[in-house]
């Protein structure tokens, strides 16, 4: 997938942002009605679809816990998503991103407060240009949130990476498949704590350092969009 | 005012911490998004959304969903079942190994009950000990979401009575969200439960339910 283009010109990106600019972003809650919660989430051409369900009663009785719920994540990426089709259904990489989005998803969440019982959690992907999984957190975290789940603070994620020496925020597509480095971060922005840290490539330690500063300021803006985005909804109401 | 998850309410100050809150070093933040409640007494937040988590005194509208040896697992639209003990059911003497409890409630049954214990692992009981608590035969049930259910039974009661009164029809309402509706005029009283569940942040809701009733 690598390509020999020219990836920063005049120091702007492709699609002309500075590197520490973040692509347009939009968030809508409760777009599915028979879900208990849900959300969509755009990154720019990124489109992230979250649906949760539950709590609710859990089997087979082997997978209950005596002394808390459980969180389930089913990552998917819809066939049309991508240029070439993608053949449906669970492969390896989702696999993985399911995980690594429970993980990040879990700290967040009072399982205790719903013992024997299941969170499930659908994100799907609609159109994938980049930061799918940071993508797919934030709409979840959103989601999470309408279902009425207990939760410690909101889970806000962004993605940070490195092209042709530059630092940079929010990787597209293209940038994605030719960067030299990139990295996923997801936090609790309110308790400033990281629940998501994955890196690909090469890095030093004081880029590692800039990089996380930089996802954690970048995280915080997106705290607040996801903030406005409930706020919209019930706006109404009060 | 609205409140989401992981937003900082007040500091504690000695007070009591409500449902949908958590304290950390002192101060109290929401839990769940919903509508936050600080009073001199008590910090606490009023959840918007979410499945009906049993607590024990609630009444509850139940479906039978197995007949075991000595008691009933209700279903209690909540993740977890409710056990009904024969002797919380039935006044008599029964000799469990020679009767079968499916003749006093069956499969499917549905029953007006309250809830009297909910362990830490959310172990549920429900008990029919008391004057309110009955089998309820015929009639419809009707799920809303059980955060709505003060609305719709309205302030002393008010909306349920409006909507009986109008209906002249027999109505229960569970705290779980499950209301049972029973007599010739359902499909309007059912369409007016519908209508506070979904208009209940708009002011002049009687007013509304009123009108719709009478026209």
New interface residues.
Partial sequence: MKKDIKLLVEGKRLDGRLPDQLRPISMKVDVISRADGSAEVRLGNTIALASVYGPRALYPKFLQEEESGIVRVRYNMVPFSVDERKSPGPDRRSIELSKVMRLALEPAIFLEDFPKAAVDVFVDILQADGSTRVAGINAASLALACAGVPMRDLVSACSVGKIEGTLIVDLNGIEDNNSESDMAVAMMPGRDEITLLQMDGELNKDEVLRLLSLARENCKKIYELQKQAIREKYKSGE | ??V?????LDERKGRKLGK?V?EENGKV?A????LSKITDTEVSVI?????Y?PSAGDRVIGVISTVEIAGWFVDINS???AFLPLGEAVEEFVDTSRVDLSKYFDTGDVIFCRIVKVT???NVVVSMRDMASRKLYGGVLVKVTP?KVPRIIGKGGSMIQLIKQKTKCEIYVGQNGVIWVKGENKGKAIEAILMVERES??PGLTERVDRMLSS
């Fill in positions: 005012m609205i989401l998850p992981g937003e900082f949908g958590y933040f839990k769940v998004l919903g959840p918007l959304s979410g499945t988590l993740p977890y079942l830490k692992s959310k955060h942040h708009i």
